[in-house]
């Protein structure tokens, strides 16, 4: 079946380091959304890229979607302890009414 | 509501039991879905609705898991003879239809002793 493969799983900074996370995929992908769960929380919703080559940015958060549309990436700047959690990245699985398939997940951790 | 509300949060259940978990998504939220997260793990979908559509199962996991949505509203997650495997968080999300994000609940955390 379709999948969205992330790396990587784990990503240890030190506080004000950069840190970015990348979601891959064989197939093209539809859409894909970010979601960010917070230790002991559920995940929230961050954002949507639809276009091929899309950017969006939330102030330290930089969102890229890939020309092919089969990658997406996050990229944190200058990550605070307040980015601690797991960043998932997730497709629509068949076609615009379907339900989300999401990758496994980079857990980040930040070292004060 | 203002957000999607799940009910018990926390539910330990003997083996073999019966459980139900109960989900109560926003208030014009068309789309409904349950997830399951085990420890450490990434989201698994279990069943979404999609208004009067029939339910999308192609995620339950066997015929003891079965899901119900009364008035396009609250929907229920039962779960039969529960097994220790079933031991997970239950999240399940609602949106508006088409493309737009989830909004999860907070989960029920299931435990099959």
């Known amino acids: 079946g379709q999948q969205v493969m992330q790396i990587p799983q784990y990503q240890h900074v030190q506080e004000g380091e950069d840190f970015t996370t990348y979601c891959n995929s064989s197939?093209?992908?539809?859409?894909i959304q970010w979601y960010k769960q917070r230790p002991g929380g559920h995940p929230v919703f961050l954002i949507q890229?639809?276009?091929?080559?899309e950017v969006k940015k939330q102030k330290r958060l930089t969102f890229q979607f890939g020309e092919a549309k089969k990658n997406s990436s996050l990229h944190i700047t200058a990550t605070q302890t307040t980015d601690v959690g797991t960043y998932f990245c997730a497709d629509t699985y068949g076609g615009s009414q379907g339900n989300l398939i999401f990758g496994k997940g980079t857990k980040l951790s930040v070292k004060p | 509501g203002a957000g999607v509300s799940q009910s018990p949060s926390n539910k330990v259940t003997e083996k073999g039991k019966d459980v139900e978990l109960r989900c109560d998504p926003i208030s014009g939220h068309t789309a409904l879905y349950w997830y399951r997260q085990s420890l450490g793990q990434g989201l698994e979908f279990l069943i979404y609705f999609q208004g009067n559509s029939a339910p999308d199962k192609s995620g339950l996991p066997s015929d003891r898991f079965s899901a119900e949505r009364t008035g396009g509203s609250v929907s229920t997650l039962t779960i039969q003879r529960t097994q220790q495997e079933d031991s997970a968080v239950y999240l399940c999300?609602?949106?508006?239809?088409?493309?737009?994000?989830?909004?999860f609940g907070s989960g029920t955390r299931l435990t099959v002793v």
């Open positions: 890229l639809v276009k091929s080559g």
């Open positions: 999300a609602s949106s508006w239809t088409g493309n737009y994000g989830y909004t």
């Open positions: 197939t093209t992908l539809s859409n």
